[in-house]
T-cell receptor, first 113, second 114 residues
């Protein structure tokens, strides 16, 4: 079945540091890949997505590239801010009639001034 | 607009109460979902509605009863809940269930069962 593996953290960074959160996946077919962000006390927000190999999703300074050869979708940001402190979930959705959104376990990021 | 709204934001209920959670979207999406999220865990799928019909029930206890009155609304009726049902309940919607479409989530209802 489908699965997503991401570094669980917690990750603590200083403001303006470079961020990488690793995400690898196992899926049948050609899934769509997503990063969702959950700020404290809130629901999930779609951060970015990619639907085919070599696509790069980007939003709010975050980027992730769909790498089929390494089955990865790592999240990066060049300079994090305190406001980026949140839990980040990598997720995938396979095609061909699948309703399932498969999540990784989430990575908690804390950015300190 | 990719907004999914949920009410109430917070809910406290006793084990003998009956309450309902409400979810609404106006994106023309034909698939709607209920998820349960416990602290420090990813969301777990509970129910899937496709074109206003229940298509998936992930073995959820009958004390949770979903309802889809129309294509924009999704309710979750709660009755005789247990303290372990305390969690964040998230609603989501997508264009359809059959492909790889994006699911958009609401802000959630934080439920506490006493």
């Amino acid at each position: 079945g489908d699965s997503v593996t991401q570094m669980e953290g917690p990750v603590t960074l200083s403001e303006e540091a470079f961020l990488t959160i690793n995400c690898t996946y196992t899926a049948t077919g050609y899934p769509s890949l997503f990063w969702y962000v959950q700020y404290p006390g809130e629901g999930l927000q779609l951060l970015l997505k990619a639907t085919k190999a070599d696509d790069k999703g980007s939003n709010k300074g975050f980027e992730a590239t769909y790498r089929k050869e390494t089955t990865s979708f790592h999240l990066e940001k060049g300079s994090v801010q305190v406001s980026d402190s949140a839990v980040y979930f990598c997720a995938l959705r396979s095609g061909a009639g699948s309703y399932q959104l498969t999540f990784g376990k989430g990575t908690k990021l804390s950015v300190i001034p | 607009d990719t907004e999914v709204t949920q009410t109430p934001k917070h809910l406290v209920m006793g084990m003998t109460n009956k309450k309902s959670l409400k979810c609404e979207q106006h994106m023309g999406h034909r698939a709607m979902y209920w998820y349960k999220q416990k602290a420090k865990k990813p969301p777990e799928l509970m129910f899937v509605y496709s074109y206003e019909k229940l298509s998936i029930n992930e073995s959820v206890p009958s004390r949770f009863s979903p309802e889809c009155p129309n294509s924009s609304l999704l309710n979750l009726h709660l009755h005789a809940l247990q303290p372990e049902d305390s969690a964040l309940y998230l609603c989501a919607s997508s264009q359809d269930t059959g492909g790889r479409e994006t699911q958009y989530f609401g802000p959630g209802t934080r439920l506490l069962v006493l």
